[in-house]
Nanobody
Framework: QVQLAESGGGLVQAGSSLTLSCAAS????????MGWFRQAPEKEREFVAA????????YYEDSVRGRFTISRDNANDTVFLQMNSLKPEDTAVYYC????????????????????WGQGTLVTVSS
């Protein structure tokens, strides 16, 4: 079973950039679709971005499209989330997740059981 560990969160000012990383271990990384999700205080966890097994398919939630970029390095079992033009409303705990199903990740509604989740990394954007 794959295990995931996020890093790269922190406190930044609005308009800044930040890159999150998620390192995978214990599984065949390239067999998983990878996704980023976030959960703001007192809100439900929501989908942010997903990337297909080989990286040729990328999917974004509407509010981050054009500002965030998801990428993966299958040689080093890592997925990234480059976040530009950050806004205070991007403040949340960011989680990476893995699944063998692209539909479950990119079409996540909250009820799909993904294969693995990381512990989360906090991103705080000040105004």
């Amino acid at each position: 079973q794959v295990q995931l560990a996020e890093s790269g969160g922190g406190l930044v000012q609005a308009g800044s950039s930040l890159t999150l990383s998620c390192a995978a271990s214990g599984g065949t990384f390239s067999s998983y679709v990878m996704g980023w999700f976030r959960q703001a205080p007192e809100k439900e966890r929501e989908f942010v971005a997903a990337i297909s097994w080989g990286g040729d398919g990328r999917y974004y939630e509407d509010s981050v499209r054009g500002r965030f970029t998801i990428s993966r390095d299958n040689a080093n079992d890592t997925v990234f989330l480059q976040m530009n033009s950050l806004k205070p409303e991007d403040t949340a705990v960011y989680y990476c997740a893995a699944s063998t199903s692209l539909l479950d990740v990119a079409g996540w509604t909250g009820s799909e059981a993904l294969d693995a989740w990381g512990q989360g990394t906090l991103v705080t954007v000040s105004s």
